[in-house]
């Protein structure tokens, strides 16, 4: 059993796991990793089960001390780690010995980088899982950021095959890429003229600095409705598109509301939902139209590249 301190938290540092997603029927949105794959591939470095909980850092990272030796690995974005001054790279296990200190700094390229450490971190279990849900301050540590002076106990599981080991570098480019999100037919698309559909499919879309884990704002080409008809509030699920009133597309997130009245026009697709979670401010996306079956061959696609996916031996 160890410690981790939190000297500082950088911008936004949470607990994270892969969410509770079979709540939204009770208006309580899933949660869980922005970047769920990077944190799937965390744990496997380490030897961790792939749902463990890590901290998610975003846009500027944190720094940790530890009290004990540990195995450790930093996935997703490069946030420019140093451990005791000296540079650790991403996607890769590493040990860190008692008392060093890991600082992490402003992101290099995407928006996320997952802490993920060998063991469990001990915060409390909420509907099954211990991911914070920073609008309703549910889960994690008192469901907030953490802050200065916070710390863990880390429960050690069994030294394994991925103490020390390096991921595919393959693997890290498929990863990684974010400029293209595919998206299924929204239940709404057909308010829309096709003109319309095309637009948006063939236009260029910034993120707004007005986004966060409840969804993703995006600027560009405004698309309005053809058919103006009043829409009864209903279900909205991750990766819905909608557009609102003035035209411009909202991307709901991890921590999205559970209802919504705006039309949806699109629906990103469950293989691509991790490349939101690397979205940073003023990035640049387009939208691709896929069928229900390309959006069922590309997830299983990414399964199959996670679970063969070779850590090699450092």
């Not at 009770?26 to 463990?52: K, T």
Request: aromatic letters at 6%.
């Amino acid at each position: 059993m160890s410690t981790l301190r939190i000297l500082s938290p950088g911008f936004q540092t949470t607990v994270q796991d892969l969410g509770r997603p079979r709540y939204t029927h009770l208006g309580i949105s899933p949660s869980g990793a922005a970047d769920p794959v990077s944190l799937r591939l965390g744990n496997l470095l380490v030897g961790n089960p792939q749902g463990a909980a890590a901290l998610e850092m975003t846009l500027v990272g944190g720094m940790f001390e530890f009290s004990e030796d540990s195995v450790v690995a930093l996935t997703g974005s490069d946030f420019g780690a140093t451990l005791n001054g000296s540079p650790v790279l991403v996607w890769r296990s590493f040990a860190v010995r008692k008392g060093e200190i890991l600082q992490c700094g402003a992101t290099k390229n995407g928006a996320r980088c997952y802490l993920c450490i060998q063991g469990a971190l001990d915060v409390p279990l909420v509907l099954g899982s211990l991911s914070t849900h920073l609008m309703t301050q549910v889960g994690g540590l008192n469901g907030r950021s953490l802050q200065a002076g916070d710390q863990f106990t880390v429960h050690e599981n069994q030294p394994d095959a991925f103490r020390h080991h390096a991921l595919d570098g393959g693997a890290v480019i498929q990863v990684l890429k974010r400029d293209t999100m595919r998206v299924t037919r929204g239940p709404q698309a057909e308010l829309f003229s096709d003109e319309a559909i095309h637009a948006f499919s063939s236009s260029p879309y910034r993120v707004s600095e007005d986004s966060n884990r409840m969804g993703l704002r995006l600027t560009g080409h405004l698309t309005k409705k053809t058919r103006t008809t009043d829409m009864v509030t209903e279900g909205v699920p991750l990766g819905a598109v909608q557009i609102s009133h003035d035209g411009e597309p909202i991307i709901l997130f991890v921590e999205h509301q559970t209802t919504g009245g705006y039309p949806k026009i699109a629906n990103v697709i469950s293989a691509d939902l991790h490349r939101l979670g690397q979205l940073r401010p003023r990035d640049e996306i387009r939208f691709e139209f896929v069928t229900v079956d390309q959006a069922l061959q590309s997830l299983n696609d990414l399964e199959l590249l996670i679970s063969s996916t070779s850590l090699k031996p450092l």
